[in-house]
């Protein structure tokens, strides 16, 4: 079996993370989700895999390379164009217009293919799928989970006869039109013969197009229901929960990475923490590089990335900063993930640094870079360059 993962949109809903990283490369415990589907296929023997990129593709390529770290071959197709003074312009074509576009080129869909969203995390039997995929002689099957009727709008909808025949695909329905509760979780199993019903040369898209002709159609389409984790990364508030959960430990074979230095707390090389009248309530992940002052208060699940400066009476509760945050004295952050200049709190509401009265965090290396700008010295001298 071969494998494909879908990672060429930008990923609107998962802003401001991704106004600098495709939405694949979004991380979770200091690693980008992606990795974990990459270690998941190699896992159970999947080791030829194609990605679709687009947006910001040289993230994901400078990352993986050519797969050797993980024990696969990792392949790319990307989508858009380059002009002639050599600027690379992103243009996806939909995710079966990527699937269209690799097999004219190349041929790679010529065996049985497992195809992923690369914004998920999953510990899915593969095996138990494709035997299952086999066994009913489907030509595309679709692994499906239960979910409440109220987030039925966020996702395709799985509809399906007694026998896990698909009738019906309704790709993100209102509530009051959805005909089901069971929604696709973004992985597929198809056979080469799904491939040749793409048009050529123009966008696709999986759920919205080539879901409802399968079902049209009446090929041998099926549903899966299996128990498995699924952990998507839609929205997020979606990652923030999904963090949540992670370093609670509630997901299996996802350590804290670190020495852990205290019970419940972990950190990374080079920390230093002043407990003068600091309490720190894990679980916490504490990044390399990290200044805790006296008097700070942190209480779990928290991660706070590598760089950041933590000052006196600051309090974090169950957030998450991302590298280089400096929080101001006598802060407060609840339920907050804090990315460079913007914040994002449980609800998914995005503010700027600028929304703010006064700036009560702020990206420690953006302000180090503006204060060299204001000198007249260059944003980022060449030896800090190639350290980032």
């Not at 991704?18 to 589907?37: E, F, R, S």
């Not at 009265?357 to 944003?379: H, L, T």
Request: glycine share 10%; net charge negative.
């Amino acid at each position: 079996m071969k494998a494909m993962i879908l990672a060429a949109g930008k990923g609107t809903r998962v802003r401001p993370l991704t106004y600098d990283v495709p939405k694949p490369m979004i991380p979770l415990l200091g690693k980008p989700v992606m990795a974990y589907l990459v270690e998941h296929l190699a896992k159970y023997g999947v080791t030829d895999i194609m990605v679709n990129v687009s947006y910001l593709h040289d993230k994901i390529e400078d990352y993986f390379g050519e797969g050797d770290q993980f024990g696969v071959r990792i392949g790319y197709s990307f989508e858009g164009y380059t002009k002639d003074d050599g600027e690379v312009v992103p243009m996806p074509i939909g995710s079966a217009g990527g699937m269209k576009k690799i097999q004219e080129f190349g041929g790679f869909f010529d065996q049985t293919t497992i195809v992923l969203c690369g914004d998920a995390l999953i510990d899915l039997d593969l095996t138990a799928a494709l035997f299952e995929h086999k066994q009913k002689g489907a030509m595309a099957s679709v692994i499906t989970r239960e979910v409440p009727w109220d987030k039925v709008s966020s996702y395709g909808v799985v509809v399906s006869d007694a026998d896990g025949r698909i009738t019906e695909f309704q790709e993100k329905p209102d509530q009051a039109d959805a005909r089901s509760n069971f929604i696709s979780t973004g992985i597929y199993i198809f056979e080469p013969a799904v491939i040749d019903l793409i048009p050529p040369g123009v966008p696709f898209d999986i759920g919205s197009e080539l879901f409802p002709l399968l079902a049209e159609r009446g090929l041998p389409f099926y549903a899966q229901r299996r128990p498995f984790n699924w952990l998507d990364i839609g929205t997020m508030s979606d990652y923030w929960e999904v963090l949540q959960n992670v370093l609670t430990g509630e997901v299996a074979h996802m350590d804290m990475p670190g020495t852990q230095i205290r019970e419940g707390v972990w950190a990374g090389l080079n920390t230093s923490i002043d407990w003068d009248g600091t309490t720190i309530e894990g679980p916490v992940y504490i990044g390399s590089g990290t200044r805790i002052e006296a008097g700070a208060h942190i209480v779990g699940p928290t991660w706070i990335g590598h760089g950041s400066h933590i000052c006196e009476g600051a309090e974090v509760v169950r957030s998450v900063l991302f590298e280089y945050t400096r929080l101001l004295p006598d802060v407060s952050l609840h339920e907050m993930i804090v990315f460079k200049e913007y914040s994002v709190d449980r609800a998914g509401e995005m503010k700027h640094v600028s929304d703010y009265a006064s700036e009560e965090w702020v990206n420690a290396r953006d302000r180090r870079n503006r204060r060299r700008r204001k000198e007249g010295a260059p944003a980022t001298s060449q030896q800090e360059k190639e350290r980032q």
